[in-house]
């Protein structure tokens, strides 16, 4: 409500004092912005990639940087990391409304075209769950959410509301995916070599306008059409980012194979394991 007292003028010294600086303070901001790689700047996220590229522990490194800087949970519907905070959709989304508050806190969907497979937004029990979610990222900084990571293999099949609120998209490029299966087949079982680091290239909003999502970006010079190479990012992995991880590689394998099962019986029990037979000398 307004008043007399508001409504009256008072001397502001620290405004006077401090308007000169202003352009200062905002330059400093505005290269801090430019130094800060685009996968921690604010807005809604989307990190494509192949099976086991890395799209979930891109994230996970990311979010965890976040939260130690400013302090807030991670949400997610997929329980990837301890870390993170695990919740189900629809006990926040349904029956066209949002029924839970989420609000200071970082999202990260897992796999989110399969949990919106786009051909089926045409019924009830899709839009029920869909459209709330949407109208929440619309207003995710009206509720104190700064960061939303959406994470799907192809970006053509997620849906088309989502592809239109997306801010940045980050391709995750497969450096080396080791097989698991041959890793199992093999008689002595050697050390997987971790990732060092998970490369990706960013595409903003205007090239997700004209659906360039190649790695070379159209430039202009002196009338003409130059393609160049969108800087190659890197981030790097440490063994902590690991430890905490539950990668959805090894959900599906044993990571003890049965013929190391039966030496570690034998070196129980005393037994000694068989010799290979070498070849005779002449």
Known sequence: MI??????KRKMWWKILLTPLFPFVFLWFFIGYLLTPPIY????????GNTGSGKTLLADIATKHLKKKYKKPILSNSKYSDNVWKIDMLDYFGDFQQKKEITNSFLVFDEIAREFNRR??????????????????QIHRHAFISHVYLLTQSWEQADIQLQNITQRIH?????????????????RMKPIVRPRKIKYYTKNKTDIMRDD??????????????????PLRSVKVRIDDLIDF?????????????????????????QAEPKKAGKKKA
């Open 213 to 230: 999502f190649t790695r070379y970006d159209k430039q202009y010079r002196r009338g003409k059409e130059v393609y160049k190479k969108s």
């Open 41 to 48: 700047r604010p807005g809604i996220h989307v990190i494509s």
């Open 171 to 187: 391709f995750v490029r497969t450096s080396k995916v080791p097989s698991y299966r041959a890793w199992l087949r093999q008689k």
């Open 246 to 270: 539950d990668t959805h590689a090894y959900r599906h394998f044993a990571l003890i194979p049965p013929h190391a099962k039966e030496k570690g019986e034998a070196k129980a029990k005393g």
């Open 120 to 137: 089926l937004n045409r019924s009830n029990e899709y839009n029920a769950t869909f459209l709330p979610l949407v109208q929440l990222l």
């Open 3 to 8: 008043t007399k007292e508001l409504m009256k």
